[in-house]
């Protein structure tokens, strides 16, 4: 079992950047998949950015490459997403998820996860 608990949203102003945190329990957590995922209001859960147990591979959402980093520290059981040049439509519930070591498949959808975080709050005003 792995649980994750997400932080460091907030409101940010156009342009800005903020770093979300997504700490895990367990002592399995470096061989899990990690990615994160987004919900704004009325609109389907959306892949944001994934990457492997080794951190070696990364997959982004076309909408936000080149502004968002996706890393993790193993040792501290933790993957972050630094968000840079933040846009209004960025705003949305941000989500962490796991997948168990084995998968290898597209990590881009949100049912192949098996544990999930209860989300942050981002919201990025014009």
């Known amino acids: 079992q792995v649980q994750l608990v997400e932080s460091g949203g907030g409101l940010v102003q156009t342009g800005g950047s903020l770093r979300l945190s997504c700490a895990a329990s367990?002592?399995?957590?470096?061989?899990?998949?990690m990615g994160w995922f987004r919900q704004a209001p009325g609109k389907e859960r959306e892949f944001v950015a994934a990457?492997?147990?080794?951190?070696?591979?990364?997959y982004y959402a076309g909408s936000v490459k080149g502004r968002f980093t996706i890393s993790r520290d193993n040792a501290k059981n933790t993957v972050y997403l630094q968000m840079s040049s933040l846009k209004p439509e960025d705003t949305a519930v941000y989500y962490c998820?796991?997948?168990?070591?084995?998968?290898?498949?597209?990590?881009?959808?949100?049912?192949?996860?098996?544990?999930w975080g209860q989300g942050t709050q981002v919201t990025v005003s014009s």
């Open positions: 367990g002592r399995t957590f470096s061989s899990f998949a």
């Open positions: 990457n492997t147990w080794s951190g070696g591979y990364t």
């Open positions: 998820a796991a997948i168990r070591s084995g998968y290898s498949g597209s990590y881009r959808v949100p049912a192949v996860y098996d544990y």
